[in-house]
């Protein structure tokens, strides 16, 4: 019992705090977290292929070196040295156009666990074959099976399109 | 009865199962068409590069794929009720024949000319003859006249069940009380399997039904021999 009351001390410490929003945790961290937290109402920034331009720059606040760097835009822009241009640009902007389409390697994890997965299945599935089922019917047997494969033969079975009609009754094998 | 591994129905023995057969190459062609087309769709709309999404209405593509889906399941309600209605026609009967469905056998009684009538019991698997079909074969099948029409009453003595024969194309309740009748004609002789089909109890899997279907001189060389034996 004193493990368990540990173990949830724990989680609470270690995992719920740094999560949660509630206010009165915030109090006590003495932390100002509201910059954190995601105010729906008000316009955000997103990297989407089919908004170029976001509704807010990407950095808000801005340090000496940035502002110096806004006042230099608002005059001419063929002053600005090329990495200027890219700093300006990833002031407004997180990521590219060419970033953005990258993509990622997720989809080999993912395939990588479906086949775990799979597998795990397959074993388990033989595993139970072997271990827990019981005998199968002795109607099974190769013997039953030839004989009733000839009686279904010789009484026509799906004689159209299913099964007699494979057979070459003449040459008494399947065609 | 099926073969092994099969996955599509059974040859058909009677006309009725020849029209259904036809009717769900038909049906299944337009379900297919049209699941390939809106896989294609999604896949076209999933990988597509274009970006603007803000188209707001269009008239033309709405009346398009509202006509075409109604042109569509009218032209399945068509045949669909033909074959309906097929089923129903008046089919002046040479014999009739009740079924009735106990726990867990099926009964079948010839009044027409003499009073026959036998129960059908399956056959269990450890005294199956070499080569007979486990869970389907019983100790008395019912034998019809082939290609002849003949009218089952179909009803049950307990609790429901339901006499079915797939290569035939027939299914009917055995509610008890209640006379349910549908008609068959078998377009070959033979031996064709079926299975209750209504949950029954216990040994609701294991009360098969089997149908004979020979040529009339046989069929009433064994109604002679079973009377004479009851």
């Avoid at chain 2, 068409?33 to 707001?56: D, E, P």
Wanted: aromatic share 10%.
């Amino acid at each position: 019992m004193l493990t368990s009351r540990a173990l949830v001390r724990g989680f609470k410490i270690g995992f719920w705090r740094p999560l949660s929003s509630t206010s009165s945790l915030q109090a006590v961290h003495g932390k100002d977290m509201s910059a954190d937290v995601l105010d729906c109402t008000a316009p955000q920034y997103n990297n989407r292929l089919d908004t170029p331009l976001p509704d807010v720059p990407f950095v808000r606040k801005l340090n000496s070196e940035q502002k110096q760097l806004k006042d230099k835009e608002k005059g001419p822009w063929t002053k600005l040295t090329k990495d200027e241009k890219i700093a300006l640009y990833r002031l407004t902007h997180e990521l590219s156009f060419p970033e953005m389409r990258k993509g990622s390697d997720e989809w080999k994890s993912v395939l990588g666990g479906v086949f775990i997965f799979l597998g795990l299945s397959g074993v388990l599935v033989w595993w139970q074959r072997v271990y827990v089922f019981g005998e199968v019917p002795h109607t099974l047997s190769e013997e039953w099976v030839e004989k009733q494969t000839q009686r279904m033969l010789d009484m026509r079975v799906n004689p159209i399109g299913g099964f007699s009609y494979y057979w070459d009754y003449e040459k008494k094998q399947w065609k | 009865m099926a073969h092994p591994s099969q996955l599509g129905f059974q040859d058909a023995a009677s006309p009725v199962m020849e029209e259904l057969l036809h009717f769900h190459d038909h049906a299944l062609m337009i379900v297919i068409l049209i699941s390939t087309l809106v896989l294609y769709i999604i896949v076209a709309m999933v990988s597509t590069k274009l970006t603007n999404k803000y188209i707001l209405d269009s008239q033309e593509i709405e009346i398009v794929w509202t006509v075409l889906p109604a042109v569509i399941l009218i032209l399945i309600a068509l045949p669909s009720l033909r074959i309906l209605y097929l089923m129903d026609e008046i089919n002046d009967p040479h014999l009739t024949i009740k079924a009735m469905g106990h726990q867990w056998y099926w009964s079948y009684e010839y009044t027409d000319y003499e009073n026959l009538g036998f129960d059908s019991y399956m056959i269990p698997t450890q005294d199956l003859l070499p080569g007979q079909f486990r869970l389907l074969e019983t100790d008395h099948r019912m034998v019809v006249p082939v290609e002849s029409p003949i009218r089952i009453l179909v009803s049950a003595e307990d609790v429901l069940h339901s006499w079915a024969v797939p290569s035939m194309g027939i299914k009917m309740d055995a509610v008890p009380g209640r006379l349910n009748q549908t008609a068959f004609v078998t377009s070959r002789p033979g031996l064709f399997y079926g299975q209750c089909s209504e949950i029954c109890g216990a040994n609701h899997s294991f009360m098969p039904i089997v149908i004979e279907a020979v040529p009339l001189e046989h069929f009433e060389k064994w109604s002679t021999v079973m009377l004479q034996d009851a």
